[in-house]
């Protein structure tokens, strides 16, 4: 399928960092340490037909690709979850928590307007690194990276975080047929470094763009539910997908074919089928967990790459390349171009 907006649709321009035509000079950035964390309750398609919602199982299987969720219980908030991947990231690496002088937290569903949840997520560990958040809604995986990498390069951090949380089972109206059976809740980080680790993912290359007339497409209102007007954003998402996809792997003389994986946001599988054929990227080179953990905005994509990335370690091989692309309200999307690296391969 060949998304049918043009690059220069009416009314909604695309802007882009960097500026095309213009050198990246980026410093060194390299993902050194993974890991995730899901609630324990599952939602599963029955969940929605058994409460009342319009709906079927099988229209949700069949339209969504999705068949089930994770959903947090109340009493905790996206910093718990992001806490606990955080956790999860410094165990597996062998890092100490206490150890971080840095942690960008991205989220669309705070814990509150302030502070930022990346507060309340390092009060939960008991440590004091600078500490923030950043909203660039489904997006926040990708400007999360650039962040940092700034970030990173200028101030000399030695040990950071990445963080993707996201609690939309708190924003999501059940009544409301058209996006309640999309979202999950969950959470994931990856541990940054300027210098080379022994094993882990470098930073090849970025690319950040916004079509902000769509702001209203896509919105979770103070103290709202989330809503979208889902036609119109699957044609814009549809564009983005593709175009920044096919963009980043040209620039860097790379093909889909010549992938290790591929991550896209995981709004939903139909969607991602279609990049993905689009793309040409093959079932195997596909990394996703949507079908099992749903929408889980922000962290979508950062879950299914760290899956993607625990899933295959031993695997791996030297000079691998992992192209994660993704697609937010605003409208956001990005592209991060990825090589694994270890030493002596």
Known sequence: ?????????????????????????????????????????????????????????????????????????????????????????????????????????????????????????????????????????????????????????????????????????????????????????????VLLQAERPSRGFELVDLLLENRNQGADMVTTPVGGCFRQEGRAVKEHALQAFVGLSREILERNGATPAGLRGFVGHQANLRVLETVAAELGVTPEQHWSNVRWKGNQGAAGCATSFVEGVLGHLEELRDGDLVLCTVFGSGFTSGSALLRWTATGA
Not at 34 to 48: Q, S
Not at 56 to 68: D, K, N, V, Y
Request: charged share 20%; proline share 7%.
């Open 1 to 189: 399928m060949t998304p049918s907006l043009s690059p220069q649709s009416p009314g909604i321009q695309a802007r882009r960092l960097p500026v095309p035509g213009a050198p990246r000079k980026a410093p060194p950035l390299f993902l050194s340490g993974f890991g995730h964390y899901f609630p324990d309750e599952v939602l599963d398609n029955r969940f929605f037909v058994e409460t009342g919602v319009d709906t079927t199982e099988e229209w949700i299987e069949s339209h969504l690709g999705i068949q089930e969720r994770r959903r947090a219980p109340a009493e905790h908030d996206t910093s718990h979850l992001g806490a606990r991947s955080l956790e999860d990231a410094c165990r597996r690496t062998g890092w100490k928590p206490a150890d971080l002088d840095l942690v960008v937290l991205a989220t669309s569903t705070p814990d509150a307007l302030i502070p930022a949840t990346a507060s309340f997520c390092c009060k939960h560990l008991g440590i004091d690194p600078v500490a923030f958040d950043i909203n660039a809604a489904c997006s926040g995986f990708i400007y999360g990276l650039a962040v940092a990498q700034g970030l990173v390069g200028s101030l000399g951090s030695q040990r950071a975080a990445l963080v993707t949380a996201e609690k939309y089972t708190r924003v999501t109206d059940y009544s409301d047929r058209s996006s309640c059976v999309f979202f999950g809740d969950g959470a994931a980080t």
